[in-house]
C-alpha cells in the first residue's frame, strides 16, 4: 500500500519569504497527488493537485512539483501572508482511489 | 449549497452508546469516504464506497459500521463508544474510485465521556 511521508512536521517562516514542504511516497502506481490546506477547526480544503503525467502546475502564489523517478512532490508558497498559517497536508492516491495522507505540516506565518 | 454535508457537527455522548454519523453529498460523486482525524491531526482513512459497494475497509473495529442507502449517502454507525474514539470525522466524495476530485465534508467533532 501507499506510505506518504511529509517534512517538515512545522515550519515558521516571515511574512512574504517563501515556504517549502516535501514529500515522499512509496507506491510507483500512485497518479494523482493533491495538496490540502486545513484552517483550525474547519474541514481540509483542496488548493491545488498534480498528476503523475506532469513534472509541475502552478497556481499564483502556490506551486506543485512532482519528481516520479525519486518518488518525491513538493508544495511551494511563495510570498507568504498571515492568512497561509494552516496546517498543509500532501496526499497520494493509488488508482483504487485510496488517498494516503502525510503527516501534516503546520505552518505559521509571522508578520 | 453545501457540496458534502454532514450531521450532527459535534457529538458528545457516554461511553458504551451507539451513535451515527450521517453524511450526504450533492456533486453527483461516485464515491464516499470516512476518515477520522485524531488529536495529532492525522488523517487516516476508515472506510470508501463506491456507487454504494464497499471498496475500501481499513483495519477498523468492527463496532464501526458504514452504511450507504445510496451514491449520495454514506452514513457511520459506532456501537459501545468508547473513550478512544473521540476525534474529529470528516467524510468526503471524489468523482471516482481514481480519486479526483476529493471534497471534504465540515467533520463531526465526536468526544466520548
Known amino acids: 500500500g501507499e506510505n506518504v511521508e511529509q517534512h517538515p512536521s512545522t515550519l515558521s517562516v516571515q511574512e512574504g519569504d517563501s515556504a517549502v514542504i516535501k514529500c515522499t511516497y512509496s507506491?510507483?502506481?500512485?497518479?494523482?497527488f493533491p495538496w490540502y490546506k486545513q484552517e483550525l477547526g474547519k474541514r481540509p480544503q483542496l488548493i491545488i493537485d498534480i498528476r503523475s503525467n506532469v513534472g509541475e502546475k502552478k497556481d499564483q502564489r502556490i506551486a506543485v512539483t512532482l519528481n516520479k523517478t525519486a518518488k518525491h512532490f513538493s508544495l511551494h508558497i511563495t510570498e507568504t501572508q498571515p492568512e497561509d498559517s494552516a496546517v498543509y497536508f500532501c496526499?497520494?492516491?493509488?488508482?483504487?482511489?485510496?488517498?494516503?495522507f502525510g503527516a501534516g505540516t503546520q505552518v505559521v506565518v509571522t508578520p | 449549497d453545501t457540496a458534502v454535508s454532514q450531521t450532527p457537527k459535534y457529538l458528545v455522548t457516554q461511553m458504551g452508546n451507539d451513535k451515527s454519523i450521517k453524511c450526504e453529498q450533492n456533486l453527483g460523486h461516485d464515491t464516499m469516504y470516512w476518515y477520522k482525524q485524531d488529536s495529532k491531526k492525522f488523517l487516516k482513512i476508515m472506510f470508501s464506497y463506491n456507487n454504494k459497494e464497499l471498496i475500501i475497509n481499513e483495519t477498523v473495529p468492527n463496532r464501526f459500521s458504514p452504511k450507504s442507502p445510496d451514491k449520495a449517502h454514506l452514513n457511520l454507525h459506532i456501537n459501545s463508544l468508547e473513550l478512544g474514539d473521540s476525534a474529529v470525522y470528516f467524510c468526503a466524495s471524489s468523482q471516482d474510485r481514481a480519486g479526483f476530485g476529493y471534497t471534504f465534508g465540515s467533520g463531526t467533532r465526536l468526544t466520548v465521556v
Open positions: 507506491d510507483s502506481a500512485s497518479n494523482y
Open positions: 496526499a497520494g492516491t493509488d488508482s483504487w482511489g485510496k488517498l494516503q
